[in-house]
T-cell receptor, first 113, second 114 residues
Framework: GDSVTQMEGPVTLSEEAFLTINCTYT??????LFWYVQYPGEGLQLLLK?????DKGSNKGFEATYRKETTSFHLEKGSVQVSDSAVYFC????????????FGQGTTLQVKP | DAGVTQSPTHLIKTRGQHVTLRCSPI?????VSWYQQVLGQGPQFIFQ???????GRGNFPDRFSARQFPNYSSELNVNALLLGDSALYLC?????????????FGDGTRLSIL
């Protein structure tokens, strides 16, 4: 069935370190891919998206490239800040159910000064 | 512009009771989806409504129901509450019912069952 697998957390980094959070998906149909971020006590905020193969989504220094051949959508940032500490969710939806996002389990990022 | 708003923010109920959660989508958004997020996990899809019709339903029991009103706001109802229903309930809206449209989330309703 449809699913998303994210790397286990927590990921602990020092400020200005390089970040990668791995995400792979299994989808029946052609998915659009999304990264969401959740700060403590809040809902989810859309971070970036990509809707077709080889698209690169980017926002606030974060990037992810839609890799159809490896069914992956890894999140990267060149230099993390303490304010980036949050839970990051990889998700997708397909044409067969456009109102349903399939989420991974989330990856907690802790950035230390 | 106001984002997705949900009410109440917190709710405490006891087993067997009934609860109604409310959601107002972003102005102009006609699609509303509901999710349940248990602590430490990703959100799980419950329902989607578009133009007041149910478009999708997740793997939840019949105790869960929802509806959408003419102004596109929505309610999620849960009957006969169980301890396992304790979770953050998220509402999300989108402009169009399409694969490439992102969903925008509210801050959720935290439901605790005693």
């Amino acid at each position: 069935g449809d699913s998303v697998t994210q790397m286990e957390g927590p990921v602990t980094l020092s400020e200005e370190a390089f970040l990668t959070i791995n995400c792979t998906y299994t989808a029946t149909g052609y998915p659009s891919l999304f990264w969401y971020v959740q700060y403590p006590g809040e809902g989810l905020q859309l971070l970036l998206k990509a809707t077709k193969a080889d698209d690169k989504g980017s926002n606030k220094g974060f990037e992810a490239t839609y890799r159809k051949e490896t069914t992956s959508f890894h999140l990267e940032k060149g230099s993390v800040q303490v304010s980036d500490s949050a839970v990051y969710f990889c998700a997708f939806k397909t044409s067969s159910n456009t109102g349903k996002l399939i989420f991974g389990q989330g990856t907690t990022l802790q950035v230390k000064p | 512009d106001a984002g997705v708003t949900q009410s109440p923010t917190h709710l405490i109920k006891t087993r067997g009771q009934h609860v109604t959660l409310r959601c107002s989508p972003i102005s102009g958004h006609k699609s509303v989806s509901w999710y349940q997020q248990v602590l430490g996990q990703g959100p799980q899809f419950i329902f989607q409504y578009y133009e007041k019709e149910e478009r999708g339903r997740g793997n939840f029991p019949d105790r869960f129901s929802a509806r959408q009103f003419p102004n596109y706001s929505s309610e999620l109802n849960v009957n006969a509450l169980l301890l396992g229903d304790s979770a953050l309930y998220l509402c999300a809206s989108s402009n169009r019912d399409a694969r490439d449209q992102p969903q925008h989330f509210g801050d959720g309703t935290r439901l605790s069952i005693l």
